[in-house]
């Protein structure tokens, strides 16, 4: 599964010049937090370049109001391409996280520039097939591992984000005690495609042995090693071999309360 974006981001991938075109075909426009920037099954065609802030972008399930979040997006990811390119009606909602800046590109204009770009066309493929790639494993994951299992691949994964300034998503914090994800439950409930209580079971299992601590919007990862081994699936022996190293050398978590 992945959250983030691309390595490389689409307009840190022009080049000085082509920034300057893409930047001439549309305007800046702002909004505020929460605001929908996109719809799912909207018939819009327009295309947006995020400048500064985050978005979700997050699909409809068959849970009525529950949403499936599919990714975070920032600075310099492009959005919208899909129904610029195949005129279907949008496939999903794109979110504002905070204050959100964004160039907004009228569909006709960003096909025009493609076909005039082959370099630039090229990218956008890249992009798309990321991205599809990512949607397989979204779906071989909400079909083959638990949902403690998903959570750990969820937590690693912010946990290992980089932390790059404006690219850093604002889910993520860094301290000398390690990483921590700042998500609600039933946000990151949405994020592995499970419930807010199936959520809240998986890190009481997660606190019960010290892998995590938790707080008002926040997980703290207090030993990424064993949250990888979870999330690659080794939750038999190997995790429970280096629980055994760990409680006999430390005692368990009785002995220190």
Request: glycine share 8%; net charge positive; hydrophobic share 40%.
């Amino acid at each position: 599964m992945g959250l983030l974006g691309d390595e490389t981001a689409f307009a840190r991938a022009l080049t000085t010049q082509e920034n300057e075109s893409v930047a001439a075909l549309g305007n800046r426009k702002h909004y505020q937090a929460d605001a929908h920037l996109l719809t799912e099954g909207d018939r819009s065609r327009h295309v947006m370049i995020m400048l500064h802030g985050w978005v979700t972008v997050s699909v409809a399930t068959d849970r009525g109001a529950t949403r499936l979040i599919l990714g975070l997006r920032g600075p310099g990811e492009l959005l919208g391409e899909m129904a610029a390119l195949d005129s279907h009606p949008r496939s999903a909602t794109v979110r504002a996280l905070g204050p959100v800046e964004a160039l907004v590109i009228p569909g006709d204009a960003f096909r025009r520039f493609l076909a005039q770009h082959p370099r630039v066309s090229g990218l956008v493929i890249r992009q798309l097939t990321f991205r599809l790639r990512s949607a397989d494993q979204e779906r071989y994951s909400l079909a083959s591992l638990t949902v403690l299992q998903r959570l750990a691949r969820r937590l690693t994964e912010l946990s290992r984000a980089e932390p790059a300034g404006p690219y850093t998503p604002p889910v993520l914090s860094t301290a000398y005690t390690g990483a921590s994800v700042h998500l609600a439950q039933d946000e990151l409930a949405a994020t592995v495609g499970a419930t807010r209580e199936a959520v809240a079971k998986a890190l009481r299992l997660l606190r019960a042995q010290r892998i995590v601590r938790t707080g008002n919007r926040m997980v703290e990862i207090l030993d990424p090693e064993l949250l990888a081994l979870l999330a690659d699936g080794h939750d038999g022996h190997d995790g429970h071999n280096r629980l055994d190293r760990r409680n006999s050398q430390q005692g368990t978590p009785e002995q220190q309360r």
